[in-house]
């Protein structure tokens, strides 16, 4: 069974601060990674996608692929209270286009 | 405004019933998709559909059916053999399927759907 892992949190980030948020797949072949932005109660939406090795910034946030290690990571800088949600992982294989999700990571920006 | 409408936003079934879960939409998307979303889970995919008139099982369809007749429309169905239906119901749509790394995954606004 392919994973994908997350730590579930809460990770209760300073206002300002970096809020870091790891993600781990299981399946070596993977080649795309997406991460959404769910708010409670809400359907999740795209903030980030990454292919290649290495770091992609936009705007406030940050991915970041290694292949190898078999992790990607998501960084938020300057964190706002607005960006408390629940963070999800999505990998794709080398298949059609299913994603794999993971459970998601809380984030907890407090003022 | 282009878009992933799903409806109602929230659905009771009783026990035994069948009820209908719409998804539409006007993004001139060729896939779709069905994912379940439990409580500190993450999404499972019950259905998915590559072109019109044909779908294929996700990771956990049973209880479940689809149809496909229209691009614009993946209606799923909560049959009376799905014994914990409670849960986020999640439509989402791409462009294409196969062969694009760069594909992405767009959601709809979900339907709640819970057991009397």
């Known amino acids: 069974q392919k994973e994908v892992e997350q730590n579930s949190g809460p990770l209760s980030v300073p206002e300002g601060a970096i809020a870091s948020l790891n993600c781990t797949y299981s399946d070596r072949v993977s080649q795309s990674f997406f991460w959404y932005r769910q708010y409670s109660g809400k359907s999740p939406e795209l903030i980030m996608s990454i292919y290649s090795n290495g770091d992609k910034e936009d705007g406030r946030f940050t991915a970041q692929l290694n292949k190898a290690s078999q992790y990607v990571s998501l960084l938020i800088r300057d964190s706002q209270p607005s960006d408390s949600a629940t963070y999800l992982c999505?990998?794709?294989?080398?298949?059609?286009?299913?994603?794999?999700f993971g459970a998601g990571t809380q984030v907890v920006v407090t003022p | 405004d282009g878009g992933i409408t799903q409806s109602p936003k929230y659905l009771f079934r009783k026990e035994g019933q069948n009820v209908t879960l719409s998804c539409e939409q006007n993004?001139?998307?060729?896939?779709m998709y069905w994912y379940r979303q439990d409580p500190g889970q993450g999404l499972r995919l019950i259905y998915y559909s590559q072109i019109v008139n044909d779908f294929q099982k996700g990771d956990i369809a049973e209880g479940y059916s689809v149809s496909r007749e229209k691009k614009e429309s993946f209606p799923l169905t909560v049959t009376s053999a799905q014994k914990n239906p409670t849960a986020f119901y999640l439509c989402?749509?791409?462009?294409?399927?196969?062969?694009?790394?760069?594909?992405?995954?767009?959601f709809g606004p979900g339907t709640r759907l819970l057991v009397l």
């Open positions: 993004l001139n998307h060729d896939a």
């Open positions: 999505a990998v794709r294989g080398d298949s059609w286009g299913k994603l794999q």
């Open positions: 989402a749509s791409s462009i294409t399927v196969s062969g694009q790394l760069q594909e992405t995954q767009y």
